[in-house]
């Protein structure tokens, strides 16, 4: 791949203002297709689910799914939309392998919800308002796999092959207005909307939103214009993102590209372009010269969708409690800041640590185990903390042992390993691993005599007042007591043997 010239950040926002457009696609969470009654679950064997209707075949006629109708209001409303009173399908029609009707159904210039607003927390605490052109319901293509290449794609591949499992699945998208006046933090911006807008799907329940498993993709819209007083520059569409860093990368390297071949006095070509994760770079795609001609229409065989008020408002007094207001309630209740509520969110554990609150456990415990132990573990795996093989209720059972005194801190690690690995729950690792707090004040006596009779030196040093040096001795019981002691208590039955008092 030939490295593409950059201009450095600093000096491409000191020319130029950037303007993004975020168009996010987001897989429903439904049982069934758009269209028709094939499973949408996951892992099925290449095309055994799919049936006339969405392979397009003909006489197939499709039927709307209930489900996606409501789910797609619930966004919109969610999103500060406005719900159509009136609107319909329409085929987008195009040729590609993996659209097995040659159509898309989708909406065109009548989508459910329209003119809304994403309000969204930077990490500094600024709101920034992100206004919403649309969000509309089609339906997702199949899926192509492109066999004999170096790199996967189309180009270089002997022969391609395709699965139509995917394809019919509901989607909505979300197009947003372009979002001017964000400056230097338009990187910024555009990653804190995708995770917002990530946290409100998942609030209301309609998908799963995993960016890593293609249920929410973002296209990233980017141009550059000299001043903000000027037209919009030309852009490019950055396919496909996938992670919200990589939202975040590829709008500041496409800013840093941009500004490089403008001031070379260079054009910026209109296309689309692919996102490389390896080094956060983009490559061109496909030229989009003139707007294509989808030739749309309506869907003749779907009848026009006109949600009674009544349910639309039913469906807005349903709507659960928007995450943003959530954080603030929980960032009080919990007394953490700003910062300490940010890196929950990043670690993707503000459901775990309500639950295992829920389950008894204080929010001290609760934050200090799955932001601790539990997050250091999912980094390691490469994934996030509600997908280790541990529930909310296991990790208030481990902070209920800590509480009791029946474990320590080392302990309780051990425990929540032991769970990760499979071993049962925390009272049958803890009892397969023999891992309880020693209590018995004669075993600890001793190890404590021991440990006394051991170190004559530190032990006069403390009698002479250094209790610093008590942690020696601590140390040297709790080495051998294999790390099974109360170290607090430890302590104390030192001070106690020496005569000496804090």
Known sequence: MTAIELLSYEDALASYDPVMGLEVHVELGTKTKMFCGCSTELGAEPNAQTCPVCLGLPGALPVVNAIGIESAIKIGL??????????????????YPDMPKNFQ???YDEPIAFNGFLDVQLEDGEIF???IERAHMEEDTGKSLHVGGATGR????????????RAGIPLIEIVTKPIEGAGV?????????????????????????????GQMRCDVNLSLRPTPESELGTRSETKNVNSLRSVER??????????????SGGSIVQETRHFHEEDGSTTAGRIKDNAEDYRYFPEPDLVPIAPARTWVEELRAGLPEMPRVRRNRLLKEWGVTEHDMQSILNAGAVDSIVATIEAGADSAAARKWWMGELARNANEQGVVVDELPVTPVQVARVAALVAAGELNDKLARQVLEG???GEGTPDEVVEKRGLKVVSDEGALGAAVDEAIAGNAGIADKIRGGKIAAVGALVGAVMKTTRGQADAARVKELILERLGVSE
């Open 105 to 107: 159904t989708s909406q």
């Open 129 to 131: 308002r992100v206004e």
């Open 154 to 165: 189309i180009h270089g591949a002997s022969h391609s092959l395709l699965d139509y499992n």
């Open 250 to 263: 590829a709008a500041r390297f496409e800013i840093q590209r941009h500004a490089a071949v403008l001031s």
């Open 78 to 95: 969610a999103l500060n939309c406005e719900i159509a009173e009136w609107c319909r399908f329409a085929r987008k029609n195009y040729f």
């Open 185 to 213: 933090r338009a990187p910024e911006v555009a990653k804190a909307y995708v995770a917002e807008l990530r946290e409100v799907i998942k609030a209301l329940g309609v998908s799963e939103a995993r960016m890593d498993k």
């Open 419 to 421: 769970v990760l690995a």
